[in-house]
């Protein structure tokens, strides 16, 4: 299913001639030729328009009646009028009409100043109501989250905001209550409106009714600047726009980039701004003294330190990159490894990728666009769950699904937000992700091959993906964790014939917000930067053991902390505590905290530099507001670093960088600082493009897992699983607005295990396995689980789940046991 | 048998959709069949295709009866052909202030909506069919269910109608008392179980309307016409009525009236003829005043207006008005136009759903403003906003409910415009209407409509 290409058609509007796509709504279209009309409730973001608010009237001749511009489709031909005496009588009609019932209460509204109600009642209003009687009245406002206040005497019944709640995230919380003249926006019951994405509903409100008490009353649009950059707390790398109020940032908000985010944000990256003047941000280069606490030492200091250590290590330094490390900070580090140090332990993201099936991955007729997702005959989700993971590709997925009847299949451990709207659903034990993969591709080679307890399940998978014309498979970085997965997902793609077609692909949502730039910029076992060929070192997984045993003595960690979102927390601590740890971070993070140096780092409103999409696409983040006082830029330490390590950088300014970075890599050569403006540029859409991945196998040659998933444990045993919540994460904790999102840890698990264990709802369990180490969780009964299976949050503040999960992810099973509350004893 | 067709001075009914309707017991199966039922049914099932039905259908030139008037089997023929679930939908919503033909309809002769809903349901194509029912009609929609199942049971809905091999499912859904689920893409969506709000149009629910699928929505009494089409045939249909105005017209008179109720007429009878040969004149001693001819939504006819005027829909429409649902409400000289006016403006304004901005603050502002005017507390520039605002609700709306307001508060300015003015300069009506018919005073009666109900005959 391609997006359909429609003919070009010519209207007139106002005199004017415009060439337009047939079909295309006439307001756009009029827009296109510099015609302004005024609207409150289109927006073609939230689906279909729903001709609520009538401002958009306009008159088409041949047609008596005033159409609505916004709900009505250009035929070749049309002549449109809209600055007639009978368009301005209903725009005035409407605007006046809008502010019987509006309070006016300008100044002391946090719109004022950017309101489009303020705007059009200027523009297109009648300049003065005659409305004299008295207005409806709300207690205001009222919270309509621990986030947004609502003033329902401001609202204009859009409709927005409720579009939104239902058509595009989907929870279905807010509702218009009552009718006529009275009716009003809620949710069910009064209860506060819960959703990850919810903060959009304030972007799209043209009025002050929908505010966020992180904002209110904090600025006025002529107090602020705007300035770009992208989002860099997850993958998804939404493009922003920060408020800037005497270089502080106020405000977060989407800065629309259909190739990247549709326009929309998480609240993650809309609210996480708080953590950047958070009072416990490390600023300063940092020395843990004997006493175990952190004391600053000058950046002069901190350098020498940070060399001496690395030159004492040498070869056996090994390098972590993660989170927002930039490209170019990440081929720094790479440079630093390699030709400083002669080393090559050098990795980025939490599962062992390997250079051969990345090289082989990265083939650009395999790669998807995340636009593909919209047309795309079939969308299937494997090991992921995007809500979580990389959330503004659920609502893609979802707007695929909604709007243009794209199918949707979902195969996953542990449960996923899109498991209702998916037309087939299929489960794996933890672990066994490789066996169900092969069966899918076996079942689509050949109908009804499949046999096994998952033969069912696969059977409607393959039912939903083989016939399907073009497929997006997005699949998620945990699947490196069993090698057999990635020959197995290779194989998928041939059986779907993915390479064959322009519009089908794979995307990988990394666990690190860059994690496809730092690969393809040298943080990869084995290949450097434009995945070029190096010589082999071990990968994440390995540093581990190997800062335990001693071989490895050194580790650098940028933006990455392992203790906490790695699988085997515990193994990391242990390989922290033994090694030296030189940590690049914000906050003293679980992995920070074992650190004998901590830089600083800059976050997105601070940092220059570029970030690649997991769809290839380079993106740049910019300096908007000033670090903290004295704060060095990461790329200038690390190159710093590199000059006294004998690396020969050849740059001196940031500019510099981009072009040393680009230029030494196959991949990004030739891409200049003007072709990222604005929106970016996928590397795959260059030309030569297909002859720039370095050969090197296509077929994964990996270690055989430690041990065998699936052998694990007696019949009645139950495999421990982690999945990700959005909201265990640094930022949340660190920012005032989201820390009531911090999740508690629970433990998910099947009705079926629930029943058998005599395990309740809520209830207070502590959980253990492998070597005796526990968390406390509380109990979590799904419906949509595999039984033998249970999930623990991977990345959770207080019990971790990855401290139980081992080396091996889904390898170990787990005992449960009921945690008797003091004072009580328990009865089972 | 084709009913008895006479033509004296004295306007007289002319019975079709009502021939049998005192028969005791005709909402039994066993009754309906004793007397004819359900033979059109099986032989639009089996000696007709749906092409000749929809034929027949769209030369009949069936009018819809539910307020808009247009042709019933060209609706029918714009639903797409194919292989996919098409619906029918029945409104039974009728909720116009005025309007009670349908209840009538339902209550007593349900038998003959489903036997036509099920020959509209193989010339439209459609499989699935509702017949939303208006929430207070608890006995009308009673009375239904026990039609479908006694229909069910002998074989006329089901999986095999008449052994044809063909299906068609009915199903009797209660709404929730809301007037705006009667407008056709409203009450597809409280029937899919959303808020009942007009969507927008196009596209048309024969395209893509309940549940995204193909749908034709038709109104209690247009369907209700069908078994006689299908058994006498379309010439003999258009045999009754007006060139333009085919047929026989149940219509409702309520008002000021001597017996309100009730009547099948020709269409194109005098007024007049109605409403005294039939509804037997004014009920008081007052003298008519003025009439509205189709409905509340429908502009008032003074008495010297509309009285000799043919009840057709082209009459109705060249006299500025409308022959909408067929409802007469009769006001004598005794009505408060002033009064009136807020009582139509209160009955919109409590049922606009309010999606679209005009109606939804411009039925409250007019319901404000004429509260004043009849408390007195109104200047003359009160007045000129009444009618700038009716201007600026009329042909801006997402659907027809704020024209509807608009269009007979306009026709009660302009047409007694000095009641009004003496409402400014005497501060208010009270004293003027109190006597007599309860229309005027203050205690205006918040939800009901002063009407007459039931049946003639
Ligand atoms: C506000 C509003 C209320 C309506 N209420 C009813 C109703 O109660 N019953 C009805 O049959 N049609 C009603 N209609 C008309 C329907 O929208 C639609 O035109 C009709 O059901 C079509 O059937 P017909 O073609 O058989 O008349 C209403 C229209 C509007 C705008
Ligand atoms: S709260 Fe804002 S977005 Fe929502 S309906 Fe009201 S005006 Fe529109
Ligand atoms: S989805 Fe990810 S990139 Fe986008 S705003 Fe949220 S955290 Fe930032
Ligand atoms: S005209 Fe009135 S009833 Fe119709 S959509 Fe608009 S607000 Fe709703
Ligand atoms: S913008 Fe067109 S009706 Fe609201």
Redesign the interface.
């Given at each position: 299913m391609v997006e359909p290409i429609r003919e070009l058609v010519t209207i007139t509007v106002d005199g004017r001639e415009i060439t337009a796509p047939e079909g295309q709504m006439l307001h756009d279209a009029a827009k296109s030729g510099d015609v302004e009309i005024p609207v409150f409730c289109y927006e073609p973001k939230l689906g279909?328009?729903?001709?609520?608010?009538?401002?958009c009237?306009v008159e088409i001749e041949g047609i008596p009646?005033?159409q609505?511009s916004c709900?009505t489709p250009i035929r070749d031909g049309m002549v449109v009028h809209t600055k007639t005496d009978q368009v301005k009588?209903?725009q005035n009609?409407?605007v006046?009409?809008?502010l019987?019932?509006h309070p006016l209460d300008c100044p002391v509204c946090d719109k004022g100043g950017e309101c489009p109600l303020q705007d059009i009642s200027m523009g297109w209003g009648p300049g003065k109501s005659?409305?004299t009687?008295?207005k409806r009245h709300f207690q205001k406002p009222i919270e309509l989250s621990p986030l947004i206040a609502l003033d329902r005497e401001r609202c204009?019944?859009c409709?927005r905001c409720v579009r939104f709640s239902q058509e595009v995230a989907e929870d279905e919380q807010l509702?218009?209550l009552?009718?006529?003249?009275?009716?009003f926006v809620g949710t069910f019951d009064d209860r506060p409106y819960d959703d990850p994405y919810h903060g959009n509903v304030i972007e799209l409100c043209p009025v002050g009714a929908l505010t966020t008490y992180t904002y209110r009353f904090r600025a006025r649009p002529w107090d602020i600047e705007d300035a770009g950059s992208v989002c860099t707390l997850c993958s998804s790398q939404c493009n922003v726009k920060f408020s800037i109020r005497d270089e502080e940032v106020l405000r977060v908000l989407a800065r629309d980039n259909e190739d990247v985010d549709d326009g929309w944000l998480c609240d993650k990256g809309r609210f996480g701004f708080q953590s950047f003047g958070s009072e416990d941000r490390i600023t300063q280069p940092m020395l843990r003294g004997g006493d175990g606490e952190l004391s600053p030492i000058s950046w002069d200091d901190a350098l020498s330190r940070v060399t001496k250590a690395l030159k004492s290590s040498g070869e056996k330094t090994a390098v972590l990159a993660g989170g927002g490390t930039s490209n170019e900070e990440g081929w720094l580090l790479g440079r630093v490894l390699r030709e400083g140090l002669a080393g090559n332990a050098i990795d980025s993201g939490a599962h062992p990728a390997d250079a051969g099936a990345v090289r082989g991955l990265s083939n650009p007729a395999l790669t998807a666009r995340m636009r593909d997702i919209d047309h795309a005959g079939a969308v299937l989700v494997l090991g992921a769950d995007p809500r979580n993971e990389m959330p503004i590709c659920d609502l893609r997925i979802r707007k695929g699904v909604r709007r243009n009847g794209v199918r949707l299949a979902v195969a996953t451990d542990s449960p996923t937000a899109l498991d209702r709207r998916a037309h087939a659903v299929g489960r794996y034990l933890p672990g066994a992700a490789a066996g169900f993969i092969s069966q899918l591709a076996g079942e689509i080679r050949s109908e009804g091959s499949s046999s096994g307890p998952d033969a069912e399940a696969v059977a409607a998978l393959a039912t939903e993906l083989r016939g399907a014309e073009d497929v997006v498979v997005v699949w998620g970085e945990e699947l490196w964790s069993e090698p057999r997965a990635i020959s197995a997902l290779m194989d998928l793609a041939t059986v779907l014939g993915i390479e064959g077609t322009e519009t089908s692909g794979l995307i990988e949502i990394p666990t690190e917000a860059n994690g496809r730039g730092l690969r393809e910029v040298g943080c990869l076992p084995g290949a450097s930067a434009g995945l070029a060929e190096a010589p082999a070192g071990p990968g994440v997984s390995e540093f581990c053991e190997k800062l335990r045993d001693g071989s490895l003595e050194t580790i650098l960690l940028a933006d990455s902390d392992p203790v906490r979102t790695h699988p085997d927390g515990e193994g990391w601590k242990q390989a922290l505590g033994n090694a030296f740890v030189i940590a690049i971070s914000s906050f003293e993070t679980p992995s920070a905290s074992l650190a004998n140096l901590v830089i600083p780092a800059e976050n997105f409103s601070e940092k220059e530099g570029t970030i690649t999409h997991p769809e290839g696409r380079l993106q740049r983040v910019r300096r908007n507001v000033p670090p903290p006082d004295g704060l060095l830029p990461t790329w200038n330490f690390l190159a710093a670093v590199a000059t006294e390590l004998g690396v020969d950088c050849g740059f001196s300014d940031q500019p510099g960088l981009f072009t040393a970075m680009t230029s030494s890599n196959g991949l990004y050569q030739g891409i200049t600082e003007e072709d990222l403006a604005g929106q970016g540029v996928r590397w795959q859409d260059r030309e030569g493009a297909a002859g720039r991945v370095p050969a090197g196998g296509a077929t994964p040659q990996m270690a055989a897992p430690t041990s065998a998933p699936g052998s694990a444990g007696a019949p009645d045993s139950i495999r421990l699983g982690t999945r990700r919540d959005l909201w265990a994460a640094e930022v949340a904790e660190r920012s005032p607005a989201l820390e009531f999102l911090v999740p508690m840890q629970s433990l998910e698990i099947s009705i079926p295990d629930a029943e058998r264990l005599g395990l309740k709802q809520g209830q207070a369990v502590e959980v253990s396995a492998g070597d005796g180490a526990s968390v406390e969780a509380k109990v979590a009964i799904r419906e949509a689980m595999i039984p033998g299976a249970a999930f623990l949050i991977c990345g959770a503040r207080d019990g971790n789940g990855n401290l139980l999960t081992g080396a091996v992810p889904g390898s170990r099973t787990i005992r449960i046991e009921v945690a008797t509350p003091v004072g009580q004893t328990e009865n089972t | 048998m084709p009913p008895t067709k006479t033509k004296t001075e004295k306007t007289t009914e002319t019975r079709i959709l009502f021939r049998n309707i005192d028969e005791p017991g005709l909402s039994k199966i066993s009754t309906y069949k004793r007397l004819g039922g359900y033979k059109s049914l099986v032989k639009a099932y089996t000696e007709m295709t749906p092409e000749d039905l929809l034929a027949e259908l769209e030369a009949s030139d069936l009018r819809g009866r539910g307020g808009a008037g247009f042709s019933m089997g060209k609706k029918a023929s714009f639903l797409p052909r194919g292989d996919m679930d098409k619906y029918l939908c029945c409104n039974a919503d009728e909720s116009e202030p005025g309007t009670f033909k349908d209840r009538e309809l339902m209550q007593k002769n349900p038998h003959q909506l489903i036997e036509g809903m099920v020959i509209a349901a193989r010339a439209a194509g459609a499989n699935r069919c509702f017949i939303y029912i208006r929430g207070e009609y608890v006995l009308q929609a009673d009375t239904l269910d026990r039609a479908v199942a006694e229909a069910y049971e002998a074989g006329y809905l089901g999986e095999d109608v008449c052994g044809t091999g063909e299906q068609v499912e009915l199903v009797v859904h209660r709404g929730a008392g809301a007037y705006i689920c009667g407008e056709e893409t409203a009450l597809l969506d409280s029937l899919e179980g959303k808020r009942g709000n007009p969507r927008l149009k196009p596209p048309f629910p024969a395209v893509e309307g309940l549940y995204g699928g193909p749908t034709l929505i038709n109104n209690v009494e247009t369907l209700s016409n069908l078994p006689h089409i299908v058994a006498s045939g379309a010439e003999w249909f258009r045999s009754f009525g007006t060139e333009q105005s085919p047929g026989t017209k149940v219509v409702s008179v309520s008002g000021d009236v001597a017996k309100p109720g009730n009547y099948e007429i020709e269409l194109g009878v005098p007024v007049r003829g109605i409403i005294d040969d039939l509804a037997g004149g004014a009920s008081g001693k007052a003298k008519l005043k003025c009439f509205f001819p189709g409905g509340s939504s429908s502009p008032v006819l003074t008495v010297e207006e509309g009285m000799d005027l043919p009840y057709s829909f082209e009459a109705m429409a060249d006299a500025g008005s409308m022959l909408g649902s067929g409802s007469i409400i009769v006001c004598d000289e005794e009505t408060s136009v002033v009064e009136l006016a807020l009582r139509v403006a209160r009955f919109y304004h409590h049922e606009s759903c309010g999606k679209c901005t005009p109606c939804r603050e411009g039925t409250n502002w007019t319901v404000k403003m004429l509260e004043r005017l009849s408390h007195g507390e109104a200047t003359p520039i009160d007045l000129e906003t009444i009618v700038s605002v009716q201007g600026n609700i009329t042909g801006n709306c997402l659907c027809v409910l704020g024209d509807s307001m608009a269009a007979p508060v306009s026709a009660l300015v302009a047409k007694y415009r000095p009641e009004f003015d003496q409402a400014i300069s005497m501060g208010g009506v009270n004293g003027h209407a109190t006597a007599g018919n309860g229309h005027g005073g203050d205690a205006l009666p918040d939800v009901a409509w002063p009407l007459g109900a039931g049946s003639a005959g």
């Open positions: 279909e328009p729903v001709g609520a608010c009538r401002m009237l009646k005033l609505t709900s009588e209903a009609a409407v006046e009409f809008l019987v019932n005659r409305f009687d008295v204009i019944l409709y509702q218009l009552e009718r006529g003249d009275r009716t | -």
